[in-house]
Protein backbone atom coordinates (compact mmCIF):
# COMPACT_ATOMS: atom_id res chain seq x y z
CA UNK A 1 0.00 0.00 0.00
CA UNK A 2 0.92 4.02 -0.51
CA UNK A 3 0.68 6.43 1.76
CA UNK A 4 -2.04 9.11 0.16
CA UNK A 5 0.25 11.97 1.20
CA UNK A 6 3.76 11.01 0.65
CA UNK A 7 3.13 7.97 -1.71
CA UNK A 8 5.77 5.83 0.25
CA UNK A 9 5.07 2.38 0.44
CA UNK A 10 4.28 0.86 4.05
CA UNK A 11 2.58 -2.23 5.31
CA UNK A 12 1.69 -1.04 8.77
CA UNK A 13 -2.10 -1.18 9.04
CA UNK A 14 -2.10 1.11 11.95
CA UNK A 15 -2.87 5.10 10.50
CA UNK A 16 -4.54 3.36 7.09
CA UNK A 17 -4.57 5.53 4.63
CA UNK A 18 -1.56 7.29 5.88
CA UNK A 19 2.19 5.40 6.45
CA UNK A 20 2.39 7.44 9.66
CA UNK A 21 0.72 9.81 12.34
CA UNK A 22 2.52 12.71 10.51
CA UNK A 23 0.92 12.29 6.85
CA UNK A 24 -2.52 11.87 9.08
CA UNK A 25 -1.68 15.13 10.81
CA UNK A 26 -0.51 16.71 7.39
CA UNK A 27 -4.09 15.71 5.66
CA UNK A 28 -5.68 16.47 8.89
CA UNK A 29 -4.28 20.01 9.04
CA UNK A 30 -5.54 20.48 5.46
CA UNK A 31 -9.26 19.78 6.00
CA UNK A 32 -9.00 22.62 9.08
CA UNK A 33 -6.87 25.40 6.55
CA UNK A 34 -10.00 24.53 3.91
CA UNK A 35 -7.54 23.20 1.62
CA UNK A 36 -10.04 20.22 0.69
CA UNK A 37 -12.76 21.21 -1.50
CA UNK A 38 -15.63 18.96 -1.99
CA UNK A 39 -17.23 20.03 -5.36
CA UNK A 40 -20.87 20.34 -5.00
CA UNK A 41 -21.72 19.92 -9.03
CA UNK A 42 -23.02 23.92 -8.98
CA UNK A 43 -20.91 24.86 -11.50
CA UNK A 44 -22.56 28.23 -11.94
CA UNK A 45 -22.72 29.01 -8.13
CA UNK A 46 -18.88 28.49 -8.07
CA UNK A 47 -17.47 30.08 -11.17
CA UNK A 48 -15.41 32.77 -10.67
CA UNK A 49 -14.59 31.11 -7.41
CA UNK A 50 -10.54 30.61 -6.41
CA UNK A 51 -9.69 27.16 -7.04
CA UNK A 52 -8.58 24.93 -4.05
CA UNK A 53 -7.27 21.47 -4.00
CA UNK A 54 -9.83 19.27 -5.86
CA UNK A 55 -10.32 16.37 -2.67
CA UNK A 56 -10.07 13.68 -5.62
CA UNK A 57 -7.49 15.47 -8.45
CA UNK A 58 -3.97 15.35 -7.12
CA UNK A 59 -3.07 12.95 -3.87
CA UNK A 60 0.63 13.24 -4.36
CA UNK A 61 2.44 15.57 -2.27
CA UNK A 62 5.72 16.00 -1.60
CA UNK A 63 7.63 14.71 1.51
CA UNK A 64 8.69 17.69 2.65
CA UNK A 65 4.89 19.26 2.37
CA UNK A 66 3.35 20.89 5.46
CA UNK A 67 0.33 20.96 4.75
CA UNK A 68 -0.40 23.92 2.64
CA UNK A 69 -1.13 24.17 -0.78
CA UNK A 70 -0.32 27.25 -3.44
CA UNK A 71 -2.21 30.59 -2.68
Not at 10 to 20: G, Q
Not at 44 to 70: F, H, T, W
Amino acid sequence: MKCVICRKEFESKEFIPFCSARCRNIDLNRWFDGVYVIPDGDVEKNAGQDSKIDLYENMNCPDSSVGRAED
